[in-house]
């Protein structure tokens, strides 16, 4: 397999890039026992957690974030 650097995703269209972290990040969704987090970080994201279950309505949903992204090309 071809090593890839950050430097030959440049040659990619948005979308595909997005679509690079896409599946780079299912890679690592499917070995969370492996991924350490710092106290700081858990804070954040209880934080957030918090956040949002005091008013949900304020986040958007994944597809409509992505679709911002993309249409910015």
Not at 54 to 67: A, H, I, Q, T
């Amino acid at each position: 397999m071809k090593r890839v650097t950050a430097t030959d995703t440049l040659e990619l269209s948005i979308p595909e890039r997005v679509q690079l972290v896409e599946d780079i990040w299912d890679t690592i969704a499917e070995k969370t026992e492996l991924v350490e987090i710092t106290k700081e970080e858990k804070k954040i994201i209880n934080e957030r957690l918090e956040a949002y279950h005091k008013n949900p309505e304020l986040g958007s949903p994944w597809e409509d974030v992505y679709n911002r992204l993309v249409s910015r090309q």
